[in-house]
């Protein structure tokens, strides 16, 4: 990333990541970021790292304002590695660094990385920090999505720098929302949210409390383009993600085939929400990776499994995404397991199970022997 002012004082000194393709097992056709930022005060602030590979070009980009050594704070929000993976060679360059980070974040940078000795500040809600004109707020918020998160709330700018919440897996020219566009923005911030947050919805209401107070004129993620234009959008949106607020008129319909007949069987029950006047989102996943289905599962009340049987099983793309999506969490949607058999015919009952296991109401089976 080239290193942008965004305010007098305050640049983004982050890293591109265009090639990366998937992000721990999620799927990312865009590329990803790795936001960081650097605050000229009195005393200088850096927020956040970025993934180890990186590390080289995130010292040049700081470098083009200030020297590492230079440097008094260090707000360290999340240490998962794509934001902590650049912390060893920030610490050995500025040892001196003054840490602001929840204990959550110190354990973890002293078990990732093994750094004990450094000149640690654990910070709980509420904390304060003066780095000369500008004020910092912490505001840890465990579990959005990591048990050390944390965002930070800078007041005289209006700035809150959210970390991966309000994140976007892209990586593109643009800087801010506005020069994406509403639809595009909010398409990749359900995508990232469906794939990363979607567990955390209680936890998400309560950060989305806590930032109800702070009057936000600008959204720093850690990922993604900076809101300026939109945040308003973004949080009505989690606010709606949070509370698993479903559409009941979209339906999504997930499958893969071995000859073909349950991928007629999904095209007709396609045709029949169709004819009911619901929108329909198709996902083939033998053309698709499972994580690109969990943008539309997010807000979809219905959701409808296409297994055909292979050896007594669901095919292995359909038991991925079905372990998957356990793994989500998506509650209190209205499932359908349909597929065709060529002689046993198990996978539907096992995709049904897999439904009823995470609370969802499943409607009655549907399969059909396959006659060629
Ligand atoms: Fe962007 Fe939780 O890492």
């Known amino acids: 990333m080239c290193v942008t002012k965004i305010r007098d004082n305050i640049y983004a000194v982050g890293v591109k990541d265009p090639d990366v393709r998937i992000f721990h097992g999620y799927k990312t056709p865009f590329g990803a970021t790795y936001n960081c930022y ?5 005393k200088i602030t850096l927020i956040d790292n970025v993934k ?7 010292l040049k980009n700081i470098e083009e304002i200030v020297p590492i050594e230079k440097i008094d704070v260090l707000i360290q929000n999340h240490i998962e590695p794509d934001h902590s993976g650049s912390f060893p060679a920030i610490a050995q360059r500025n040892p001196n660094l003054a840490v602001y980070c929840t204990n959550g974040a110190k354990a973890g940078i002293n078990a990732y990385y093994g750094i004990q000795s450094m000149d640690w500040h654990i910070v709980k809600a509420g904390d304060t920090l003066s780095t000369g004109k500008y004020t910092w707020h912490f505001i840890p918020a465990p579990m959005v999505h990591w048990p050390d998160s944390m965002l930070t709330y800078l007041a005289e700018e209006k700035i809150l720098f959210s970390n991966d919440a309000f994140g976007q897996h892209v990586c593109t020219g643009e800087t801010y929302d506005d020069e994406m566009g509403l639809p595009r923005l909010m398409e990749r911030a359900a995508d990232y949210y469906g794939n990363i947050v979607l567990p955390f919805g209680m936890q998400v209401q309560k950060l989305l409390e806590q930032a109800s107070g702070l009057d936000i004129g600008m959204v720093c993620p850690s990922h993604g383009v900076i809101l300026r234009s939109h945040i308003k959008e973004m949080v009505e949106a989690y606010s709606r993600w949070a509370k698993n607020e479903c559409d009941m008129d979209k339906v999504v319909i997930v499958y893969d085939s071995m000859w073909g007949s349950t991928e007629e069987m999904a095209q007709k029950i396609k045709a029949e929400y169709e004819a009911l006047g619901k929108k329909v989102h198709m996902h083939c996943l033998r ?4 994580s ?5 599962v997010l807000d979809a009340k219905f959701v409808m499994i296409g297994a055909s049987t292979l050896n007594n099983n669901m095919m292995p793309t359909v038991a991925a995404f079905m372990t998957y999506m356990r793994g989500l969490k998506p509650k209190d949607r209205i499932g359908l397991a349909f597929g065709s058999y060529g002689w046993s015919g198990e996978a539907t009952k096992q995709a049904d199970e897999i439904m009823q296991s995470m609370g969802w109401h499943t409607m009655p089976i549907r399969k059909q022997l396959y006659r060629g």
Do not use: C, N, R, S
Not at 52 to 58: L, Q, V
Not at 287 to 290: G, K, L, M, Q, S
Not at 292 to 296: I, K, L, P, R, S
């Open 38 to 42: 650097l605050v000229i005060d009195e």
């Open 52 to 58: 180890a590979k990186f590390t080289e070009d995130y």
């Open 287 to 290: 053309d698709e990776h499972y």
């Open 292 to 296: 690109q289905v969990m943008g539309d």
